[in-house]
Protein backbone atom coordinates (compact mmCIF):
# COMPACT_ATOMS: atom_id res chain seq x y z
CA UNK A 1 0.00 0.00 0.00
CA UNK A 2 1.54 3.52 -1.14
CA UNK A 3 1.43 5.57 1.86
CA UNK A 4 2.96 8.43 4.19
CA UNK A 5 2.46 8.57 7.70
CA UNK A 6 3.89 11.23 9.66
CA UNK A 7 4.20 11.30 13.25
CA UNK A 8 6.03 13.72 15.71
CA UNK A 9 3.74 16.20 16.30
CA UNK A 10 1.99 18.48 19.55
CA UNK A 11 2.11 21.03 21.72
CA UNK A 12 5.15 22.66 22.62
CA UNK A 13 6.76 25.81 24.20
CA UNK A 14 8.00 29.08 22.19
CA UNK A 15 11.63 28.87 21.70
CA UNK A 16 11.24 24.82 22.10
CA UNK A 17 12.13 22.48 19.26
CA UNK A 18 10.50 18.97 17.62
CA UNK A 19 11.15 16.81 15.07
CA UNK A 20 8.57 15.86 12.59
CA UNK A 21 8.93 11.98 10.77
CA UNK A 22 7.42 10.88 7.70
CA UNK A 23 7.08 7.24 6.99
CA UNK A 24 7.20 6.02 3.33
CA UNK A 25 6.01 2.38 1.68
CA UNK A 26 4.53 0.70 -1.17
CA UNK A 27 6.74 2.92 -3.44
CA UNK A 28 10.90 3.06 -4.70
CA UNK A 29 10.90 6.03 -1.90
CA UNK A 30 14.86 7.28 -3.22
CA UNK A 31 13.36 7.96 -6.49
CA UNK A 32 10.91 10.63 -4.92
CA UNK A 33 11.47 14.01 -3.52
CA UNK A 34 10.26 14.76 -0.42
CA UNK A 35 8.43 18.06 0.97
CA UNK A 36 6.61 19.52 3.97
CA UNK A 37 4.19 21.67 3.55
CA UNK A 38 2.38 23.03 6.61
CA UNK A 39 -1.34 25.11 6.67
CA UNK A 40 -2.28 27.13 9.41
CA UNK A 41 -5.83 27.67 10.59
CA UNK A 42 -7.74 30.28 8.28
CA UNK A 43 -4.21 29.94 5.32
CA UNK A 44 -3.19 28.23 2.37
CA UNK A 45 -1.27 25.29 2.65
CA UNK A 46 2.54 26.65 2.10
CA UNK A 47 5.42 24.68 0.76
CA UNK A 48 8.02 24.73 3.80
CA UNK A 49 11.05 23.05 2.53
CA UNK A 50 11.71 20.59 -0.29
CA UNK A 51 14.58 18.03 -0.75
CA UNK A 52 15.23 15.78 -3.71
CA UNK A 53 15.42 11.86 -3.73
CA UNK A 54 19.30 11.55 -3.74
CA UNK A 55 19.61 14.39 -0.88
CA UNK A 56 21.31 16.82 -2.91
CA UNK A 57 19.42 19.62 -3.14
CA UNK A 58 17.12 21.55 -0.39
CA UNK A 59 14.90 24.08 -0.77
CA UNK A 60 13.67 25.79 2.23
CA UNK A 61 10.77 29.17 2.66
CA UNK A 62 12.14 31.88 3.83
CA UNK A 63 10.91 31.74 6.79
CA UNK A 64 12.57 28.64 8.43
CA UNK A 65 15.80 29.09 7.22
CA UNK A 66 18.08 28.41 9.67
CA UNK A 67 15.56 27.07 12.17
CA UNK A 68 14.48 24.11 10.29
CA UNK A 69 16.62 21.30 8.56
CA UNK A 70 15.20 18.55 6.56
CA UNK A 71 16.73 14.99 6.20
CA UNK A 72 16.12 11.64 4.50
CA UNK A 73 17.00 8.26 5.07
CA UNK A 74 16.39 6.17 1.91
CA UNK A 75 17.56 3.61 3.55
CA UNK A 76 14.75 3.02 6.35
CA UNK A 77 12.42 4.86 3.68
CA UNK A 78 12.24 8.01 6.19
CA UNK A 79 12.11 11.70 5.91
CA UNK A 80 12.32 13.41 9.06
CA UNK A 81 11.97 17.71 9.54
CA UNK A 82 13.99 18.78 12.91
CA UNK A 83 12.67 22.26 13.65
CA UNK A 84 14.03 24.60 15.98
CA UNK A 85 13.33 28.15 17.67
CA UNK A 86 9.82 27.53 16.97
CA UNK A 87 7.15 30.35 17.44
CA UNK A 88 3.44 30.93 17.04
CA UNK A 89 3.57 31.44 13.40
CA UNK A 90 4.51 27.84 13.55
CA UNK A 91 1.50 26.74 14.57
CA UNK A 92 -0.02 24.37 12.06
CA UNK A 93 -0.74 20.86 10.37
CA UNK A 94 2.50 19.46 9.19
CA UNK A 95 2.09 17.44 5.95
CA UNK A 96 4.70 15.67 4.36
CA UNK A 97 4.50 14.83 0.36
CA UNK A 98 6.23 12.64 -2.01
CA UNK A 99 6.85 13.59 -5.98
CA UNK A 100 8.38 10.90 -7.94
CA UNK A 101 11.76 12.76 -9.27
CA UNK A 102 12.14 9.60 -12.50
CA UNK A 103 8.38 9.31 -13.28
CA UNK A 104 5.17 10.80 -13.74
CA UNK A 105 3.30 9.38 -10.53
CA UNK A 106 0.91 11.14 -9.23
CA UNK A 107 2.06 12.68 -5.65
CA UNK A 108 1.69 10.99 -2.39
CA UNK A 109 0.39 13.22 0.55
CA UNK A 110 0.57 11.95 4.28
CA UNK A 111 -2.37 12.55 6.55
CA UNK A 112 -0.86 15.52 8.36
CA UNK A 113 0.66 15.89 11.82
CA UNK A 114 -0.18 18.81 13.82
CA UNK A 115 2.22 21.24 15.80
CA UNK A 116 0.66 24.00 18.52
CA UNK A 117 2.97 26.64 20.02
CA UNK A 118 1.35 27.03 23.68
CA UNK A 119 0.81 30.68 25.05
Known sequence: ??????????????????????????????????????????????????????GGVRNYVDSVKGRFTISRDNAKNTAALRMNSLGPEDTAVYYCKADCDVCDATAIWGQGTQVTLSS
Open 1 to 54: QVQLVESGGGLVQPGGSLTLSCAASGFTFSQYAMSWYRQAPGKERELVVRITGA
